[in-house]
């Protein structure tokens, strides 16, 4: 089963998909972690470092190449997997950033996101762009603006392709978070009889 987790910066995505590996690890089932980055960050905090503020054609053509490196490379991973496969963020995040940013959707995206593995659940971890706000400045490692969550937040809900998320709400502690994925995924697994379907059971 391969499960996508998507969202805005603080809303725990990376959190939430290594708690639903552990989750799964400890019921005695495989379960692979993979992040799909794009050196955004690292980017941010070397702009800063430096005074250097990249334009945003040259920033989205940098983050894209990193991200679609490693998304090409997870999925190499993940069909080599016979377990639940947890990928922390996918292509979906960087058409939220184009939009944000105002720069074209492009087909290259596009295309990937139509030719590769279609998850099983892609998820979208709701939140408050005020509370996540307040979780990136408690972690210290980085820094993102208010407005620019809010606009992402934003730019998410306005993808076409956003109909085709599972939203679930991120607030709270992180076993509360847990609690509704494990939720959404028995959901997902479950046929119109109520049976497993072949994608698996959820992780216990």
Known sequence: MLIVLTGIDGSGKTTAARALVDAARRAGKGALFLGNYA???QMSLISARLGIHLPPRLADCLETAVRTFNVLNSHRRAKRFPGLVVMDRDLHCQLALRRMQGLPRGRVLLFLIRTLPQPDLLIYLDIDPREAHARVLARGTDS????????????????????????????????EVLARLHAAITNACKGPAGEHSPAGPAPA
């Open 39 to 41: 050196g955004r960050r």
């Open 144 to 175: 993102e603006r208010l407005e620019d969550l809010e606009s992402l937040r934003d730019a998410y809900r306005s993808l076409p392709e956003f109909t085709g998320f599972t939203s679930i709400p991120a607030d709270g502690q992180p076993a």
